[in-house]
């Protein structure tokens, strides 16, 4: 059974103040996108974050 990442971590990037969500799984990302978070894909990592002109949270 391929091991899946369960875990996700929503928090506020100390340098950009953006609202970043990292780790979860395929539905953990699909929720996500459904909820307005921007995916953002890098060479060598995948992430999501709030879009902007989100109000604070």
Sequence with gaps: ???TD???DIR???RSDELLA???DSEAH????R?????VVRIH???HRA???LGPV
């Design 6 to 8: 369960r875990f996700l």
């Design 51 to 53: 879009p902007t002109g």
């Design 30 to 33: 699909s929720i996500l996108q």
């Design 1 to 3: 059974m391929p091991r």
């Design 45 to 47: 990592e995948t992430y």
């Design 35 to 39: 909820a307005g978070f921007v995916a």
């Design 12 to 14: 506020r990037d100390p």
């Design 22 to 24: 990292r780790g979860g």
